[in-house]
């Protein structure tokens, strides 16, 4: 007969006492507590949407999906949606990449990486784009490049100030060949175009901003700024080290670091975000 180490004999369970314990667990929401990707600490859940998904105990800011970075960046009830129907094309044929694609489209319900409209923004009209790093890492193709180029032309023409919202990790998609490459040039040249016709253009960089995007258009921004700890670059700091096998500086490429080197102008908590950008369009209406 087994023994427990304080010398009692197992309690045992009986079937209906099993199935019981079984029904309590189904019971509790599986998404009760969140873990922080960067810390481990477990959040609850409410309070950590509350905090509008910044970790309370090491303050890293978690990915936001498109719907709420609308709802946290512009006046409730102001967003109107452009081009929402354009959606990417396999031009190679490249393989798995059709599926690929509808499956984020199901998953995201977007039809593109890229969600790009107007509304206001603390009663400031403001033409407004972003992209969803749920998207395939928010990376930039055909659709995303023409989008995102059709917000700074419609500025350009209306005379509303520019804001888009960077967060991509893939850069230029592969899947598309040239054709995605040539979105940098493309949508680099209506930022230009914006500042001769003097419209304010900013940009907020997001965890991550890499590649291609951060060599565009996310970079190009009057005022540029960025979400504390994202990662800013071009290229990722362990393909740097491998390919040219050197040290890198400690956190490299993240927001502070550029902030300190003058990459980006501020870095601004996520809470205090909107607040922000509220005072940078009253300096530039007035």
Not at 66 to 92: C, K, M, Q, S
Not at 159 to 174: D, E, H, K, N, Y
Request: net charge negative; with cysteine.
């Amino acid at each position: 007969m087994a023994i427990t180490p304080n010398g009692h004999e197992p309690r045992k369970f009986d079937q209906f006492e099993i199935e019981a314990a079984r029904e309590k667990r189904k019971s509790i929401p599986g998404d009760l507590w969140t873990k922080c990707n960067e810390c481990g600490f477990m959040l609850y859940t409410k309070e950590f949407e509350n905090d509008l998904r910044v970790c309370r105990k090491c303050g890293a800011h978690a990915n936001l999906n498109w719907r709420e970075r609308v709802a946290i960046t512009l006046d409730e009830g102001t967003f109107v949606e452009h081009d929402a129907d354009l959606e990417p094309v396999d031009p190679l044929g490249f393989p798995g990449y059709a599926k690929s694609v509808a499956k984020y489209q199901q998953r995201c319900g977007i039809k593109e990486a890229a969600v790009c409209g107007e509304g206001r923004l603390l009663g400031h009209p403001v033409q407004f784009g972003l992209t969803d790093f749920n998207f395939l890492a928010g990376s930039m193709g055909s659709v995303v490049g023409e989008k995102v180029t059709r917000v700074l032309e419609r500025a350009a023409e209306t005379g509303m100030p520019a804001l888009i919202v960077s967060g991509s990790g893939g850069g230029a998609r592969m899947h598309e060949g040239a054709l995605s490459l040539m979105q940098m040039a493309k949508a680099s040249a209506a930022a230009a175009k914006l500042e001769r016709a003097r419209v304010p253009y900013l940009t907020v960089l997001t965890h991550p901003s890499m590649a291609g995007v951060q060599a565009s258009y996310a970079s190009l921004g009057d005022v540029i700024l960025a979400e504390p700890g994202a990662l800013i670059g071009f290229t990722g700091p362990r393909v740097i080290e491998q390919s040219l096998r050197i040290k890198l500086p400690d956190g490299f490429q993240s927001a502070e670091f550029q902030l300190e080197h003058g990459m980006v102008d501020l870095v601004v908590p996520r809470a205090e975000l909107k607040a922000t950008l509220g005072r940078l369009l009253e300096f530039f209406a007035n």
